[in-house]
Protein backbone atom coordinates (compact mmCIF):
# COMPACT_ATOMS: atom_id res chain seq x y z
CA UNK A 1 0.00 0.00 0.00
CA UNK A 2 1.03 3.79 -0.25
CA UNK A 3 -0.32 6.32 0.99
CA UNK A 4 0.30 10.29 -0.07
CA UNK A 5 -0.19 13.66 1.56
CA UNK A 6 -0.09 16.63 -0.82
CA UNK A 7 0.82 19.71 1.15
CA UNK A 8 1.45 24.06 -0.64
CA UNK A 9 -1.55 24.87 -1.73
CA UNK A 10 -2.85 27.96 -0.63
CA UNK A 11 -4.34 31.24 -1.84
CA UNK A 12 -1.90 33.05 -4.72
CA UNK A 13 -2.19 36.05 -6.21
CA UNK A 14 -2.78 35.79 -10.48
CA UNK A 15 0.97 35.74 -11.53
CA UNK A 16 2.26 34.01 -8.69
CA UNK A 17 3.92 30.64 -8.00
CA UNK A 18 3.01 27.87 -5.69
CA UNK A 19 5.30 24.56 -5.35
CA UNK A 20 3.07 21.40 -4.26
CA UNK A 21 4.68 18.69 -2.37
CA UNK A 22 3.36 14.82 -2.33
CA UNK A 23 4.58 12.92 0.19
CA UNK A 24 4.54 8.87 0.48
CA UNK A 25 4.44 6.31 2.61
CA UNK A 26 4.23 3.01 2.25
CA UNK A 27 6.37 0.91 -0.30
CA UNK A 28 9.19 2.76 -1.81
CA UNK A 29 8.86 4.35 -4.68
CA UNK A 30 11.67 3.03 -6.57
CA UNK A 31 11.76 -0.10 -6.20
CA UNK A 32 8.59 -0.78 -7.13
CA UNK A 33 8.90 1.70 -9.68
CA UNK A 34 5.48 3.92 -9.21
CA UNK A 35 4.89 6.53 -12.02
CA UNK A 36 3.17 9.28 -10.49
CA UNK A 37 0.98 12.27 -11.74
CA UNK A 38 -1.00 15.09 -10.70
CA UNK A 39 -4.69 15.81 -11.21
CA UNK A 40 -7.28 18.71 -10.59
CA UNK A 41 -10.80 18.99 -10.01
CA UNK A 42 -13.09 22.22 -9.67
CA UNK A 43 -17.06 21.42 -8.16
CA UNK A 44 -19.35 20.25 -11.05
CA UNK A 45 -16.45 19.21 -13.34
CA UNK A 46 -14.43 16.02 -13.46
CA UNK A 47 -11.04 15.51 -12.71
CA UNK A 48 -8.56 16.10 -15.13
CA UNK A 49 -5.13 15.05 -15.60
CA UNK A 50 -2.34 18.12 -15.28
CA UNK A 51 1.27 15.96 -15.21
CA UNK A 52 2.80 13.24 -14.87
CA UNK A 53 6.78 11.34 -14.56
CA UNK A 54 7.96 8.14 -14.61
CA UNK A 55 9.22 6.32 -11.86
CA UNK A 56 12.80 6.84 -12.90
CA UNK A 57 12.43 11.08 -13.96
CA UNK A 58 13.06 10.21 -17.09
CA UNK A 59 9.87 11.66 -18.82
CA UNK A 60 7.46 14.11 -18.01
CA UNK A 61 3.85 14.17 -19.46
CA UNK A 62 1.64 17.64 -19.65
CA UNK A 63 -1.79 19.06 -20.44
CA UNK A 64 -0.75 20.77 -23.66
CA UNK A 65 -1.78 24.35 -22.11
CA UNK A 66 0.56 23.67 -19.26
CA UNK A 67 3.65 22.49 -20.15
CA UNK A 68 5.27 26.25 -20.20
CA UNK A 69 3.89 27.09 -16.57
CA UNK A 70 4.16 23.81 -14.72
CA UNK A 71 7.19 21.46 -13.85
CA UNK A 72 6.79 18.06 -12.35
CA UNK A 73 9.65 16.35 -10.78
CA UNK A 74 10.57 14.02 -7.93
CA UNK A 75 12.97 12.83 -5.10
CA UNK A 76 13.03 9.05 -4.79
CA UNK A 77 15.39 9.80 -1.95
CA UNK A 78 12.71 11.62 0.23
CA UNK A 79 9.56 9.61 -1.75
CA UNK A 80 8.04 12.95 -2.70
CA UNK A 81 6.91 14.00 -6.01
CA UNK A 82 6.27 17.93 -6.67
CA UNK A 83 4.24 20.46 -8.90
CA UNK A 84 6.27 23.65 -9.32
CA UNK A 85 3.43 25.97 -10.72
CA UNK A 86 3.99 29.74 -12.04
CA UNK A 87 1.95 32.73 -14.04
CA UNK A 88 -1.03 31.67 -12.45
CA UNK A 89 -3.93 31.75 -13.30
CA UNK A 90 -7.69 32.02 -11.56
CA UNK A 91 -8.61 29.31 -13.91
CA UNK A 92 -6.16 27.10 -12.07
CA UNK A 93 -7.89 27.27 -8.86
CA UNK A 94 -8.58 23.66 -7.95
CA UNK A 95 -8.47 20.71 -6.02
CA UNK A 96 -4.78 19.43 -6.57
CA UNK A 97 -4.52 16.00 -6.06
CA UNK A 98 -1.15 13.68 -6.91
CA UNK A 99 -1.45 9.95 -7.35
CA UNK A 100 0.44 6.70 -7.86
CA UNK A 101 0.08 3.90 -10.54
CA UNK A 102 2.14 1.24 -11.72
CA UNK A 103 0.88 0.99 -15.08
CA UNK A 104 2.46 2.57 -18.37
CA UNK A 105 -0.43 4.75 -19.21
CA UNK A 106 0.17 7.91 -16.80
CA UNK A 107 -2.09 10.29 -18.83
CA UNK A 108 -5.30 7.88 -17.95
CA UNK A 109 -7.18 8.68 -14.07
CA UNK A 110 -8.67 5.13 -14.45
CA UNK A 111 -5.41 3.48 -13.98
CA UNK A 112 -4.03 5.02 -10.98
CA UNK A 113 -4.53 3.05 -7.96
CA UNK A 114 -3.17 5.30 -5.14
CA UNK A 115 -4.51 8.84 -4.18
CA UNK A 116 -4.29 11.34 -2.18
CA UNK A 117 -6.75 13.86 -0.13
CA UNK A 118 -5.68 16.49 -1.76
CA UNK A 119 -4.65 20.49 -1.82
CA UNK A 120 -6.62 23.18 -2.84
CA UNK A 121 -4.90 26.10 -4.64
CA UNK A 122 -6.87 29.28 -4.64
CA UNK A 123 -5.73 32.24 -7.74
CA UNK A 124 -7.23 35.32 -7.42
CA UNK A 125 -7.40 37.97 -10.16
Known amino acids: QVQLVESGGGLVQAGGSLRLSCVAS??????????MGWFRQVPGKEREFVAA????????YYLDPLNDRFAISRDNAKNTVYLRMSNLKPEDTAVYYC????????????????WGQGTQVTVSS
Open 99 to 114: AATQSSDLLRLSEYAY
Open 26 to 35: GRPFRVYGYG
Open 53 to 60: ITWSGGNT
